[in-house]
């Protein structure tokens, strides 16, 4: 991946930017205590993290996240590298506070659609692209990425998981990818970028291809 002197002046300005409000705010909310320490050190990676959510949320809406294939000397590619660098170092701020119950709403603050009740284990990247239905369950280590490089582009098309779907343990969503209602990614599959899994369907492999159809037994979203 190709990273150049814009690309260093436009991270480390915002770097330092964020940093400093982090210390403003933990400064001002700094209390008096045996734990001050402590609760500083929360406060500042806490604020950190809110105000990066802020920033992101600033940028686009001057300039929404790019769609589509771009090369390596494009704006949206160098637009993207910013943000990229921003939300890892913001997500390492914030994950002390993370859990598997909180980790919805942390990637709803930084773009992503998230439903009602879906449980994330995994890791979700270019969150402005990213929809995921009600009652989604995103398996431990999985991975589910807007964006794909090869060696002089960069393909970023939005995702799309359906109401009641499940993406298996260690499996792979691409970019482009559209999961449907109450469909089924088995543990260790690829769904490749464009791939369409239709709705009550099982599909496993690399890449993923169907196994079968799923029969909705009852209202509790179990299957035969």
Same mark, same amino acid.
């Given at each position: ?131 995921? &239905?009600?009652?989604?369950?995103? *398996?431990? #280590? @999985? =991975? ?7 060696? %002089?582009?960069?393909? !970023?098309?939005?995702?799309?998981? &359906?109401?009641?779907?499940?993406? *298996?343990? #260690? @499996? =792979? ?7 449907? %209602?109450?469909?089924? !990614? ?27 159809? !799923? ?10």
């Amino acid at each position: 991946m190709k990273t150049g002197l814009v690309d260093f002046i436009l991270s480390a300005t915002c770097l330092i930017i964020l940093i400093c409000f982090a210390l403003v705010t933990t400064r001002v909310l700094s209390i008096n205590s045996s734990y001050h320490l402590l609760l500083d050190v929360a406060v500042f990676l806490f604020s950190y993290g809110l105000y990066t959510a802020l920033l992101l949320k600033i940028l686009r809406s001057v300039r929404p996240y790019p769609v589509g294939s771009f090369s390596m000397h494009s704006q949206a590619f160098t637009y993207w590298k910013l943000v990229a660098v921003l939300m890892d170092l913001a997500e390492k701020m914030l994950h002390p506070f993370t859990t598997v119950f909180t980790q919805p709403l942390v990637y709803s603050m930084f773009g992503a659609h998230v439903g009602k009740h879906t449980a994330i284990a995994g890791i979700i990247r270019d969150h402005p692209l990213i929809y995921l &239905g009600e009652h989604v369950t995103v *398996g431990q #280590n @999985s =991975v589910i990425t807007a964006h794909a490089i090869t060696r %002089d582009e960069i393909l !970023l098309m939005p995702v799309k998981i &359906g109401n009641n779907a499940v993406i *298996g343990i #260690n @499996s =792979v969503v691409m970019p482009g990818v559209t999961i449907g %209602d109450n469909a089924v !990614l088995a543990p260790g599959a690829v769904a490749t970028s464009n791939t369409n899994i239709p709705e009550n369907e099982l599909w496993g492999g690399v890449p993923a291809r169907k196994i079968k159809d !799923l029969v909705l037994e009852s209202s509790s979203s179990s299957y035969r």
